[in-house]
């Protein structure tokens, strides 16, 4: 039915593409805000919160935060990169940095999950436990989302192709930092 | 056919595939709540009676007497299964994917894929949800509000149970559903219109589903936190909305999950949502209903700017009233007052719009078409929900109406009166351009007059019922000696409602005879300014605004809302 | 069709008023209120209900009237507006000012009607609310809750007249709603915390106790009594339970 | 000159009225005279029955039959005259009420029975109706003849008073209402028919004995099962424990007295299961699984594991006044691992005196209150 014709020619200078990834981050900022908010609820409001009790290791989660920094730095260099139309190479390999020290990080965040399992600390322990692995598996679940994401634009920037797939990656990475960010000094500091 | 092709045709990336895939799919979900609804009414007229057709086959030892669990479960399906997949999908699935780039001169959505995930991911949302009939304890049984802790606790009902899990697994993904399409939406309408196609150039309809699914992006995904947390609660055994010292059918939950949470937080993450989802379901109705007012009445909408402003304001306000729902939940009196304030001035922009579409019919030269005539039954209907809301906004009076079957009349005038008689009027007019076949006229006239009236029928006097006190959500309100008297009215409504349902078979008649008839050009046969008629093939550039009727200076009544687009030119621009 | 529609819209503010004019009179209607705040909530309902009667009228009457207006045969062309801000300054002024003084008139009830909570007045009685039962517990003679005189009742909620009741709900398990009709008076129970609520029944009489938030399948039937009784018959009920806690209890051969 | 293209077809609008108001007439009509019921119920025999006579379907029929004749049928309920009630001066056809209203007969209680009761308890009592899933504790199941909550000691059946208490009160804590709402007379209905179904139920486990022992059945046999369970009803009402006199006072001595009572192995023992802090978390009444999960050790006379109340929830199922607790812990519960105190002998002297069971009634009572041991 589209013999009517209409010949979509995006007149405005939003690329659609963008403005996309701007909705989901959207949409993604307003869902960890609900996760938040909720934890703060509960913290400030429930009888029976309950504390990490020691098991977290800062210095851990520290080195965490430093490689979710590089990610976000790595791919924003990418992203320079592109702007000063630098070669493949030099983009492919920022993001192929991305990718690696996204990867570090979730094995970090693996290691701190088994560490607190081996200390007896599950989701049922008490509720800071609770949101500490709903809070952080949902954020590691979008880390994933971002080396897969990232690994993608890797692959085309390689060739040298799809220029927007990395700035779009970029884009994603500095909202989970923030993200992660928050969550860190959330649930590690205050 | 080719496997390729018919492949194509399932998960197709045309935008109007899609629209017809979520048309039908919602429809065939629309006579499946009815039937719920249907029995749900059965039991409320004659309780402990035998059920028709299901009591047989789920009772066979209790003399085919429907028992009180499963009627909790049939009410839980038919709200979830009516707001979450008919409404929502029929106003901005169906409609949104039938219209929106067509009226803004789109050749195709901004994501077509994603538009396509959109829809496939509904499917595998209603089977789970239907999923739930077949597992052990038998599906949710805790209200399409899932109130925690009954629904967070895996003990606190027979359906609580994998009915209750796949039921919250059902919501999350016609969730991301609405969320890919509402995403796609937004994009498509900002960066897709035709040249010229200003926003303030838009059709209302358009306005409608941009602000529906704008609403939808912002705060859908606080229900997904909510539900998501609700999921650990009964997957993970934390104990985010559950208190402690609860004692729930017999298991000691201190023993056994985290407790320590907070009832109320899941009140707030759900209805953060549900509220605004209320709004989703009748902004693109008002749109819908303000086209066809225009078309048929062959006269301007009046006051356009204002009645964007109107879905703007309702679409922002949404996010602040959702507290009102809350007024008797034990939320602070302060909060209470404070929504109080937000739930009558949203009422404003509401009241703005009726007032818009009355002055549009002012001197208007009506057409009473089939699609006019649903179009007219929506204000008239709409008015009295909207009326009726006034009661729930004033706190102490809202006291008493709370949980009552006031409630159950105002939202039923609201979302059946309002948008299911929308998407009749978007159907009979829109038919032609959809499908290429055109819908009877008398029968759609005959429809709408029985619907009409039935639907009076059936949704007047629940308000006399909730000011008698009845609750919502019973099984058997004769429980209650002070309810005896109303057994005649709900005997009167249960009759009405399968009168209501059995009319609609007009409308299949309809739907029948028109698949009967040949495929043809119908050009635009209700000589519609906006884009969406347009016939020729080369690119619109739009000259009005979509409403260019009866304009003194013309010709003709009506002045399409744009020119072709000559051929150089088309040749001559960079194609994307 | 014309004829038929200004028909349909007649036929549905007349129905709409009669059943609103019966009501009353029939029982479909809120039931003879019998505490102090009842009068005045049913006062700001009658005041709405006068409001949306004026306003339905207006309007289903205008569109009756515009629709047979607008179908008039002798009408060759509409008129062609886009709309006048002028008037749309006046309704939304007018209505935004409607609507606020509704909204404004809610206020003070809606003080009195919560002023109990969380001010730790002393409660009368404790309601325990479980699937899918009412109890009542009472402090007994020394006043004093979750003591060895404390007594406890299902189903009947017994208070005395022509005085100020504070009660104090809770739950055991999930949530229930704490509705009597003619008190005017509703509140969810919610577990894990003890809420209170307050009310002054001016007239002696049983009156039906409803369960409104949906508790699980025995939920419809989660049905109780409040029973106001004079201040001596309350004074002997509160001695006779108390004497049954401390002997054999009626013992029925 | 404008013309429509769509020009609005007349409808034909009296025929439109005219259909409307014959399907309106028409609605009315059978609306009217419509008075839809529930359909007829049939009694089936137990699932212990079934497995039982297995391979011997003609004694199915028979035990089938013969409970027709000696039953009825839920929509005829009705007793075949006993010999005994003769002797006994009893007819259970026709109970006197003891509330004075018209009493409704067992055809009507029937009918409130299915309307109450039957989707938790089931057609015949068996606690196996459709709503009966997942709850914790289960229904009740009366076909056994035992009643947990009774005041009554020797394990005996319940006397009408006993059920009509289970009806007034609920059983807190469970999912068990009180039936208040239900006219006084319409209880006592309602607690004769439950009556009749544990009769009933009795009587079929009954005589498929009696048909494995003696590989037949006589009409004397069937008659003697009939005797049998009957006279177990009929020695009810001289079992009442009864405590004269105002319960003693829950004074600070007492309630320490009930604590060292409570945990002696050798008196009260009763923190061996119910724990030490009360809690129901007791050595004896758990087990190890085979799943390495902690079970609980004992179940009752239905074959479900049965755990130990906590008696810090302060909610006691078979009533919560002194008196009830006194039973409790006089009489234990029928069918379950708790035991009666007030009958066990040492030494040829009662184990615990009248007092030291008011000592650990008020201890049991102060768990759950504010001035707790």
């Keep these: 039915m589209t013999a009517h014709g209409a010949v979509a020619v995006p007149r405005s200078r939003l690329d659609p593409a963008r403005l996309g990834v701007w909705l989901l981050l959207v949409t993604e900022a307003m869902f960890f805000a609900g996760l938040i908010a909720a934890y703060l609820v509960l913290r400030e409001g429930s009888s029976n919160f309950g504390a990490p009790a020691g098991h977290l290791s800062l210095r851990l989660a520290a080195v965490a935060t430093l490689m979710l920094a590089c990610c976000s730095l790595c791919i924003s260099r990418a992203d320079v990169a592109l702007t000063r139309k630098r070669g493949p190479r030099i983009v492919a390999s920022w993001v192929l940095r991305t990718v690696l020290f996204g990867g570090l990080f979730l094995c970090l965040l693996a290691v701190e999950w088994r560490e607190c399992f081996k200390a007896g600390v599950t989701p049922r322990t008490n509720l800071y436990w609770s949101s500490f692995f709903v809070l952080t598996g949902v954020h590691g679940l979008h880390v994933f989302g971002g080396v897969l994401w990232a690994a993608w634009a890797w692959a085309s920037a390689r060739r040298g192709l799809n220029p927007v797939r990395t700035q779009l990656a970029a884009l994603y990475w500095h909202f989970v930092d923030v993200v992660w960010l928050v969550l860190f000094t959330l649930l590690y500091l205050v | 056919m080719s496997e390729s092709a018919s492949k194509?045709?399932?998960?197709?990336?045309?935008?109007?595939?899609?629209?017809?895939?979520?048309?039908?799919?919602?429809?065939?979900?629309?006579?499946?709540?009815?039937?719920?609804?249907?029995?749900?009414?059965?039991?409320?007229?004659?309780?402990?009676?035998?059920?028709?057709?299901?009591?047989?086959?789920?009772?066979?030892?209790?003399?085919?007497?429907?028992?009180?669990?499963?009627?909790?479960?049939?009410?839980?399906?038919?709200?979830?299964?009516?707001?979450?997949?008919?409404?929502?999908?029929?106003?901005?699935?169906?409609?949104?994917?039938?219209?929106?780039?067509?009226?803004?001169?789109?050749?195709?959505?901004?994501?077509?894929?994603?538009?396509?995930?959109?829809?496939?991911?509904?499917?595998?949302?209603?089977?789970?949800?239907?999923?739930?009939?077949?597992?052990?304890?038998?599906?949710?049984?805790?209200?399409?509000?899932?109130?925690?802790?009954?629904?967070?606790?895996?003990?606190?009902?027979?359906?609580?149970?994998?009915?209750?899990?796949?039921?919250?697994?059902?919501?999350?993904?016609?969730?991301?559903?609405?969320?890919?399409?509402?995403?796609?939406?937004?994009?498509?309408?900002?960066?897709?219109?035709?040249?010229?196609?200003?926003?303030?150039?838009?059709?209302?309809?358009?306005?409608?589903?941009?602000?529906?699914?704008?609403?939808?992006?912002?705060?859908?995904?606080?229900?997904?936190?909510?539900?998501?947390?609700?999921?650990?609660?009964?997957?993970?055994?934390?104990?985010?909305?559950?208190?402690?010292?609860?004692?729930?059918?017999?298991?000691?939950?201190?023993?056994?999950?985290?407790?320590?949470?907070?009832?109320?937080?899941?009140?707030?993450?759900?209805?953060?949502?549900?509220?605004?989802?209320?709004?989703?379901?009748?902004?693109?109705?008002?749109?819908?209903?303000?086209?066809?007012?225009?078309?048929?009445?062959?006269?301007?909408?009046?006051?356009?700017?204002?009645?964007?402003?109107?879905?703007?304001a309702i679409c922002v306000l949404g996010f602040l009233v959702w507290g009102h729902h809350m007024f008797v939940s034990g939320m602070s009196p302060a909060a209470g007052t404070a929504f109080m304030?937000?739930?009558?001035?949203?009422?404003?922009?509401?009241?703005?719009?009726?007032?818009?579409?009355?002055?549009?019919?002012?001197?208007?030269?009506?057409?009473?078409?089939?699609?006019?005539?649903?179009?007219?039954?929506?204000?008239?209907?709409?008015?009295?929900?909207?009326?009726?809301?006034?009661?729930?906004?004033?706190?102490p009076v809202d006291v008493y109406i709370n949980n009552t079957y006031v409630v159950v009349a105002h939202f039923h005038f609201i979302v059946f009166g309002g948008s299911v008689f929308a998407v009749f009027a978007g159907l009979y007019h829109w038919y032609p351009r959809f499908f290429g076949r055109a819908l009877d006229e008398r029968l759609g006239k005959l429809h709408f007059v029985g619907t009409f009236v039935l639907t009076n029928c059936v949704f007047l006097m629940m308000h006399q019922l909730g000011l008698a006190g009845m609750l919502r959500r019973t099984a058997d309100p004769y429980v209650y000696g002070m309810f005896e008297h109303l057994r005649p009215v709900n005997v009167f409504i249960t009759w009405s409602a399968i009168a209501l349902a059995a009319w609609q078979l007009v409308f299949v008649v309809n739907l029948l005879k028109a698949r009967a008839t040949p495929r043809r050009e119908h050009g635009n046969p209700w000589r519609a300014c906006s884009l969406e008629w347009r016939t020729a093939a080369s690119a619109p550039i739009v000259e009005h605004g979509p409403y260019e009727y009866s304009r003194p200076d013309a010709n003709s009544d009506w002045l399409p809302q744009a020119r072709d687009d000559t051929p150089e030119r088309v040749s001559s621009r960079p194609q994307s | 069709m014309r004829t038929l529609i200004a028909l349909l819209f007649g036929a549905l503010i007349a129905a709409v008023l009669w059943s609103f004019v019966v009501a009353p009179g029939r029982g479909w209607w809120m039931p003879a209120s019998v505490s102090t705040y009842g009068g005045d909530i049913d006062k700001l309902f009658n005041t709405i209900t006068v409001v949306l009667a004026v306003a339905f009228v207006g309007t289903i009457g205008g569109l009756a009237w515009l629709v047979w207006r607008g179908t008039r045969t002798t009408t060759v062309r509409a008129l062609h507006t886009h709309g006048n801000a002028r008037l749309e300054?006046?309704?939304?002024?007018?209505?935004?000012?409607?609507?606020?003084?509704?909204?404004?008139?809610?206020?003070?009830?809606?003080?009195?009607?919560?002023?109990?909570?969380?001010?730790?007045?002393?409660?009368?009685?404790?309601?325990?609310?479980?699937?899918?039962?009412?109890?009542?517990?009472?402090?007994?003679?020394?006043?004093?809750?979750?003591?060895?005189?404390?007594?406890?009742?299902?189903?009947?909620?017994?208070?005395?007249?022509?005085?100020?009741?504070?009660?104090?709900?809770?739950?055991?398990?999930?949530?229930?709603?704490?509705?009597?009709?003619?008190?005017?008076?509703?509140?969810?129970?919610?577990?894990?915390?003890?809420?209170?609520?307050?009310?002054?029944?001016?007239?002696?009489g049983e009156y039906d106790l409803i369960c409104t938030q949906l508790c699980g399948s025995g939920h419809y039937r989660m049905a109780g009594k409040v029973q106001v009784v004079s201040r001596a018959d309350f004074d002997a009920w509160n001695e006779r339970m108390q004497r049954e806690w401390r002997t054999n209890g009626q013992e029925r051969p | 000159m404008f013309r429509p293209t769509i020009r609005e077809r007349r409808a034909r609008t009296p025929a439109l009225q005219r259909a409307t108001a014959a399907a309106a007439a028409l609605c009315l009509c059978v609306a009217c005279g419509f008075e839809p019921g529930p359909a007829p119920l049939e009694f089936s025999l137990s699932g212990a029955t079934q497995s039982a006579l297995e391979d011997a379907p003609a004694v199915r029929d028979q035990i089938a039959r013969e409970l027709t004749t000696l039953f009825g049928t839920p929509s005829q309920p009705a007793y075949a005259p006993h010999p005994a009630w003769d002797a006994a001066g009893v007819d259970l056809n026709q109970p006197d009420a003891s509330a004075g209203a018209p009493y409704p007969g067992l055809a009507a209680a029937a009918e409130t029975y299915r309307r109450e009761c039957l989707h938790c308890h089931g057609v015949e009592g068996g606690g196996d109706g459709p709503s009966a899933f997942g709850l914790t504790p289960a229904p009740r199941d009366v076909r056994l003849g035992i009643f947990k909550y009774t005041a009554l000691k020797d394990q005996s059946r319940p006397r009408r008073a006993d059920i009509l208490h289970t009806l007034e009160q609920g059983i807190a804590g469970t999912s068990m209402p009180n039936f208040q709402r239900l006219a006084p007379a319409v209880r006592e209905s309602l607690a004769d028919y439950v009556r009749y179904l544990a009769i009933r139920g009795e009587v079929e486990s009954a005589l498929v004995l009696t048909w494995r022992e003696e590989e037949e059945l006589s009409p004397?046999?069937?008659?003697?099962?009939?005797?049998?369970?009957?006279?177990?009803?009929?020695?009810?009402?001289?079992?009442?424990?009864?405590?004269?006199?105002?319960?003693?006072?829950?004074?600070?001595?007492?309630?320490?007295?009930?604590?060292?009572?409570?945990?002696?192995?050798?008196?009260?023992?009763?923190?061996?299961?119910?724990?030490?802090?009360?809690?129901?978390?007791?050595?004896?009444?758990?087990?190890?699984?085979?799943?390495?999960?902690?079970?609980?050790?004992?179940?009752?006379?239905?074959?479900?594991?049965?755990?130990?109340?906590?008696?810090?929830?302060?909610?006691?199922?078979?009533?919560?006044?002194?008196?009830?607790?006194?039973?409790?812990?006089?009489?234990?519960?029928?069918?379950?691992?708790?035991?009666?105190?007030?009958?066990?002998?040492?030494?040829?002297?009662?184990?615990?005196?009248?007092?030291?069971?008011?000592?650990?009634?008020?201890?049991?009572?102060?768990?759950?209150?504010?001035?707790?041991?």
């Design chain 2, 341 to 395: 304030l937000s739930t009558f001035v949203i009422a404003l922009p509401s009241s703005i719009k009726t007032f818009n579409w009355l002055a549009t019919l002012h001197r208007a030269r009506i057409q009473l078409t089939a699609s006019m005539l649903f179009a007219l039954g929506f204000v008239a209907l709409f008015i009295i929900g909207g009326l009726s809301g006034l009661w729930m906004a004033a706190t």
């Design chain 2, 8 to 312: 194509a045709r399932w998960f197709s990336t045309d935008h109007e595939h899609i629209g017809r895939q979520y048309l039908f799919t919602s429809l065939a979900m629309l006579v499946l709540g009815g039937m719920m609804a249907l029995a749900i009414r059965w039991q409320l007229a004659w309780p402990w009676t035998e059920m028709p057709l299901i009591g047989r086959v789920l009772f066979p030892k209790t003399g085919h007497v429907i028992s009180p669990d499963f009627y909790t479960v049939l009410f839980t399906m038919h709200g979830t299964i009516m707001i979450f997949f008919v409404i929502i999908p029929l106003l901005v699935g169906a409609f949104g994917n039938l219209l929106v780039p067509a009226m803004i001169g789109a050749r195709e959505m901004a994501f077509p894929r994603l538009n396509m995930w959109s829809y496939w991911t509904m499917i595998p949302a209603i089977a789970c949800l239907l999923a739930g009939f077949f597992v052990e304890g038998g599906g949710a049984a805790s209200g399409w509000t899932g109130y925690a802790p009954l629904a967070s606790v895996t003990s606190g009902a027979q359906g609580s149970g994998t009915g209750q899990t796949l039921w919250l697994v059902a919501l999350l993904m016609s969730g991301v559903s609405s969320l890919l399409g509402a995403i796609t939406y937004v994009t498509t309408i900002a960066t897709h219109r035709a040249r010229g196609m200003t926003l303030m150039r838009m059709p209302l309809t358009v306005w409608g589903v941009f602000t529906a699914s704008a609403l939808q992006v912002v705060a859908l995904p606080m229900l997904t936190a909510g539900g998501l947390l609700q999921l650990a609660d009964r997957l993970l055994l934390t104990g985010f909305f559950t208190p402690q010292n609860l004692v729930i059918n017999g298991v000691a939950l201190d023993a056994v999950a985290a407790t320590g949470g907070s009832p109320l937080l899941w009140q707030h993450l759900f209805w953060f949502y549900s509220h605004p989802a209320v709004y989703v379901m009748v902004l693109p109705a008002m749109g819908i209903v303000s086209d066809v007012l225009s078309v048929h009445g062959r006269k301007p909408v009046f006051g356009y700017k204002p009645m964007v402003w109107a879905l703007c």
């Design chain 3, 89 to 204: 300054g006046a309704w939304t002024f007018v209505t935004g000012g409607l609507l606020l003084t509704l909204a404004l008139m809610q206020l003070s009830v809606w003080r009195a009607i919560q002023a109990e909570r969380g001010s730790g007045g002393k409660p009368l009685v404790r309601v325990l609310a479980a699937q899918f039962d009412w109890r009542f517990r009472y402090p007994g003679v020394d006043g004093m809750f979750d003591t060895a005189d404390d007594f406890e009742t299902p189903y009947r909620l017994v208070v005395p007249v022509d005085e100020r009741v504070v009660i104090e709900l809770r739950s055991r398990d999930v949530i229930h709603g704490f509705f009597v009709p003619a008190l005017r008076l509703k509140q969810d129970v919610l577990p894990g915390s003890a809420l209170t609520a307050w009310f002054e029944a001016h007239t002696p």
């Design chain 4, 220 to 373: 004397e046999a069937v008659g003697e099962a009939l005797t049998f369970v009957w006279s177990r009803w009929a020695k009810a009402p001289s079992k009442l424990v009864v405590y004269e006199g105002e319960v003693p006072a829950a004074s600070k001595e007492r309630i320490a007295r009930g604590d060292a009572l409570f945990h002696d192995p050798l008196k009260g023992n009763c923190a061996s299961c119910h724990g030490t802090s009360g809690a129901g978390d007791g050595p004896a009444a758990w087990k190890i699984g085979v799943d390495g999960q902690r079970e609980p050790a004992y179940s009752d006379a239905w074959g479900r594991p049965i755990r130990p109340r906590d008696l810090r929830e302060g909610l006691f199922h078979g009533g919560s006044r002194p008196i009830d607790i006194y039973r409790r812990i006089y009489a234990g519960i029928p069918g379950g691992p708790m035991p009666a105190l007030g009958e066990t002998m040492k030494d040829g002297e009662p184990l615990l005196s009248s007092e030291e069971m008011w000592c650990l009634v008020h201890y049991v009572r102060s768990l759950s209150l504010r001035e707790g041991p």
